[in-house]
């Protein structure tokens, strides 16, 4: 059996429409995470192979489904097929390249990869919430129904503010200039969270896998924060070279 055919078992079509689904699903996100952030907190701060090996599992986890994706999608064949495959390999690799860049900086590597939390953190859990209370213009009908514009303008608020705070706290950077870098994070991470979108459109899947309860998988979980990471870390790069890429992206 090729290893594309072992991919997860994928979530197709809607699940209970009913607004105590939602609710559920929404308390389920909130356990998830209660539990994820610590996890990720943890291994920033142990660094080394703990930090390795938390992200290698994350980034095994995002390949595993994206084969499965693939393996689902029967009339794919030959040079088409090859092609999702390695584009998912480079999608995982991402994964596990951008943390390990940015927590490679001896002195800010902490702060960064803290900095990157609450920057995706915070644009995830407001834009959720400005997009249910607000509503209005949807920001890609076509490809995520429910997102709206007031959700992404309060997600990008909401993760620049949380980005800001850390460096105050911190006592690093500028103000103009890290307001600026969480800006351009949030950005990235929105963006990352409608190319998980319109990847899972392209599939005819809801759910990457079903390993989170109430986020669905790990590419589900982890789409914003790989675009924000690999924001940072080119951004690192240029200005501070691989060794000092932390301090690349927070100190101008």
Known sequence: MSIVADGPVLARGPTASAPQSAGRDLWLRVASAVVMAPLAIAAAYLGGAWFIGFWLLAAAG???EWLGLVAAARSLS???RAGWIALGACYAGAMLA??????ADASLGFIAMIFLFAVVWATDVAAYFA??????????????PKKTW???LGGAIAGTA???AVAAVA??????????????LSVAA????????????RFGVKDASRVIPGHGGLMDRLDGFLAAAVAAALVGVVRGGLDGAAGGFLLW
Do not use: M, N, Y
């Open 62 to 64: 995002i390949l595993w």
């Open 150 to 152: 007031s959700g992404a």
């Open 131 to 144: 997009g249910r209370l607000i509503g209005g213009p949807k920001l890609w009908a076509a490809i995520s």
């Open 190 to 201: 929105q963006l990352g969270d409608l190319f998980e979108s319109a990847l899972k459109r």
């Open 98 to 103: 951008a943390p390990l860049v940015l927590r």
């Open 78 to 80: 030959g040079p088409a």
């Open 162 to 164: 949380a980005g800001w």
């Open 171 to 184: 006592g690093i950077g500028s103000p103009a200039p890290i307001i600026a870098v969480g800006f351009l």
